[in-house]
């Protein structure tokens, strides 16, 4: 998921407790780590050669967060990371953590063992299924589940509103079917779903909110 915050001495690492904190508490096998990392280097490299250098080194290293298991990863230079997109990048780990349960013995260990067991089934369905580009299905709809997931909480906590959801949906849209995420799914169908979904989300928090006031007020 991109970001584009603009660079300063500062870094989210001085804060990292607090992002830690919502991270740690939405999945308790969460880590957070910047991307200087060596595998994140060699991913950078794979990823421009397979995008023919459309998706350069730079971007996925600088303007890229990334989730490789229990490992949430964002670039050092950021002063900060939008709440949302800590949000996002969790989801992806429960992700792990779900498709862990799909692999004998290595899912069956518990969680710490589980989330990385489900490096493989993820990463299968998320780089190849049923193509690795123009319909990247699995792709497409990994990152649909993460930002809805992270639309769902952010409303509940007011970090966004129905507007910036709406508008966060066809930005989702526009990226997914980009460069950036190797044009895994045609533009058009991509933000009519990710539009759909939003509408969805917002309807069920608007359903949650009125049920929730109901319980405090009744009428
Ligand atoms: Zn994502």
């Known amino acids: 998921m991109s970001n584009d915050p603009s660079p300063s001495s500062a870094s989210w690492t001085d804060d990292a407790e607090s992002y830690l904190r919502i991270a740690g508490g939405l999945c308790d096998v969460s880590r957070l780590r910047t991307k200087d990392g060596w595998y994140w280097q060699l991913a950078a490299w794979a990823l421009a050669i397979i995008s023919f250098g459309r998706l350069p080194r730079r971007l996925f290293l600088q303007d890229y967060a990334s989730v490789l298991g229990p490992i949430q990863?964002?670039?050092?230079?950021?002063?900060?990371?939008?709440?949302?997109?800590?949000?996002?990048?969790?989801?992806?780990?429960?992700?792990?953590?779900?498709?862990?349960?799909?692999?004998?013995?290595?899912?069956?260990?518990?969680?710490?063992?589980?989330?990385?067991?489900?490096?493989?089934?993820?990463?299968?369905?998320?780089?190849?299924?049923?193509?690795?580009?123009?319909?990247?299905w699995g792709r497409f709809r990994l990152e649909l589940d993460a930002d809805s997931y992270s639309w769902r909480v952010s409303l509940d906590r007011g970090w966004m509103t129905a507007e910036s959801v709406q508008a966060r949906a066809r930005q989702l849209g526009e990226a997914i079917s980009s460069w950036a995420y190797l044009k895994a799914w045609p533009r058009s169908w991509a933000i009519a779903a990710c539009e759909r979904r939003a509408e969805n989300v917002i309807r069920d928090w608007q359903r949650r909110h009125a049920a929730e006031l109901a319980r405090y007020f009744p009428p």
Request: glycine share 8%; no cysteine.
């Open 73 to 136: 990863a964002y670039p050092r230079q950021w002063d900060e990371i939008p709440r949302p997109l800590v949000v996002h990048e969790v989801r992806h780990t429960r992700q792990f953590l779900f498709a862990g349960w799909f692999v004998p013995i290595l899912g069956w260990l518990g969680k710490r063992s589980r989330v990385w067991a489900g490096v493989l089934p993820v990463g299968l369905v998320y780089i190849l299924f049923p193509l690795p580009m123009f319909f990247a």
